[in-house]
């Protein structure tokens, strides 16, 4: 591959059964099984993936871990695509990193275990060549409605992670940041979302959340601003705080409070940065 070469990205996602997953990385033999099943399929939407080399991380991860600024999980992935001997040959190649000869998950594959227990698992891959631009293209347009992975591709990735998957899927980066939006939406979290969505997409941007009774928030050069407001202040701003009861307000503050942890929690997860900013009456 020459160095003018561009990359696709994608991910497989895993929808478990019942959350639990036995095994975090795969060893060589079934790390490379699944990346040439995932190829298979790759080529049946795009055929000329099929020319690119595929880099698969055979470890899978929480989908916030995957939409975080800078795409590090993807990055990782072009890093060692990168270091890799370079081919005599024209031929298209596959890698796929999981666990070394001892069982154990290299650093870069390592998940966060805070993050664990969702249903939905994902595992980065990277289609890298002359033509990654023109496959792209062609995944950003295709898999949501031709993205289910194959039956052997699923039960491959069932057995070798001891899990029970209800459906394996292949996403672009972009298919999973519009199913994390709606997912948020249902959550009660929408507000959060243009926050998640400049940081990964215009970093270098700003954008303001103030849509009281939530918690104020302004993100901006990579930081987000978490304003928390004093007692007064936020019986002041609430809508109808002045009519509260001491014990309404009492109850009312600490719910605000936990909106604020739960704020941080969430952009954590995405990698983004959150500083708490005391405001006083």
């Known amino acids: 591959m020459h160095d003018h070469d561009a990359n696709a990205t994608g991910l497989l996602a895993l929808e478990l059964a019942d959350g639990a997953i036995g095994v975090d990385a795969l060893a060589t033999d079934a790390a490379m099984a699944l990346a040439e099943c995932l190829a298979l399929d790759l080529a049946r939407i795009a055929p000329r993936a099929a020319d690119c080399d595929l880099v698969l991380a055979a470890a899978h991860f929480d989908p916030a871990e995957a939409l975080r600024p800078g795409w ?63 496959v792209q293209e062609q ?18 990735a069932q057995e070798a992670f001891a899990a029970r998957i209800e459906h394996a899927r292949l996403f672009t980066l972009h298919d999973l940041a519009a199913m994390m939006a709606l997912q948020y939406e249902h959550a009660g979290l929408r507000v959060l979302w243009p926050v998640i969505e400049v940081a990964l997409l215009a ?17 901006a050069e990579g930081v987000s601003h978490l304003e928390i407001a004093s007692p007064s202040r936020w019986q002041r701003e609430f809508p109808g705080g002045n009519e509260l009861t001491l014990e309404q307000t009492v109850r009312g503050y600490a719910a605000y409070e936990a909106r604020l942890r739960q704020f941080a929690a969430v952009l954590a997860a995405h990698g983004i940065d959150a500083v708490f900013d005391y405001v006083d009456a």
């Open 139 to 156: 995944l950003e347009a295709e898999l949501l409605d031709r993205g289910m992975a194959s039956a052997r591709t699923a039960l491959l």
């Open 203 to 219: 970093p270098a941007g700003s954008v303001e959340v103030d849509a009281p009774p939530e918690p104020r928030l302004r993100y």
């Open 72 to 134: 590090p999980l993807h990055q990782r992935l072009a890093e060692l695509h990168a270091r890799a001997p370079r081919a005599n040959t024209r031929a298209a190649r596959i890698f796929a990193f999981g666990a070394d000869a001892q069982g154990r998950v290299p650093l870069p594959f390592m998940a966060e275990p805070e993050l664990r227990g969702g249903a939905l698992r994902v595992l980065p891959f990277l289609l890298t060549g002359a033509d990654a631009a023109a």
